[in-house]
C-alpha cells in the first residue's frame, strides 16, 4: 500500500525558500497525481498545488495566490515530489501535508478527492 511521508519542513525567516519533498514507499509515486495541502492553526485545509502521473503529462495546478512563488516537481528516480516554497511569509506557516489520488492520474488541489496522505510536517516562518 502507498505510503507517504514528508520531510524538509522547519523554522525560516520571512523571505527565506523551504524544499518540502514527498517521499513514498510501498508503490510508484509517478503513477500517483500527487497534491500538496497546508492547514493552519484554526483554519480549513487548503489546497496549494498538485501535479498529474506521469502517464498524464506531469501537468502541474497552482492555487493562484501561490503562482510564482510555489513550484512542484517530480523527482522519479527518488520516487518523490516536491513543493519548492520561496520568499515565504509568516501566512505560510502551517502543517504541509502532501497527498495522492487512487485511480486518477491528473490533480486536483481539492482536499476530498485524495485518498493517501502523509503524517504532515510543520513548517515556521518567523524572525
Known amino acids: 500500500q502507498l505510503r507517504l511521508v514528508e520531510s524538509g519542513g522547519g523554522l525560516v525567516q520571512p523571505g527565506g525558500s523551504l524544499r518540502l519533498s514527498c517521499v513514498a514507499s510501498?508503490?510508484?509515486?509517478?503513477?500517483?497525481?500527487i497534491g500538496w495541502f497546508r492547514q493552519a492553526p484554526g483554519k480549513e485545509r487548503e489546497g496549494l498545488s498538485c501535479?498529474?502521473?506521469?502517464?498524464?503529462?506531469?501537468?502541474?495546478e497552482y492555487k493562484d495566490s501561490l503562482k510564482g512563488r510555489f513550484a512542484i516537481s517530480r523527482d522519479n528516480a527518488k520516487n518523490t515530489v516536491i513543493l519548492q516554497m520561496n520568499n515565504l511569509k509568516p501566512e505560510d506557516a502551517a502543517v504541509y501535508y502532501c497527498?495522492?489520488?487512487?485511480?486518477?492520474?491528473?490533480?486536483?488541489?481539492?482536499?476530498?478527492?485524495?485518498?493517501?496522505w502523509g503524517q504532515g510536517i510543520q513548517v515556521t516562518v518567523s524572525s
Open positions: 501535479i498529474s502521473s506521469r502517464a498524464s503529462g506531469g501537468r502541474t
Open positions: 497527498a495522492a489520488r487512487n485511480g486518477v492520474t491528473w490533480g486536483s488541489i481539492e482536499q476530498y478527492d485524495y485518498l493517501y
Open positions: 510501498g508503490a510508484t509515486l509517478a503513477r500517483y497525481a
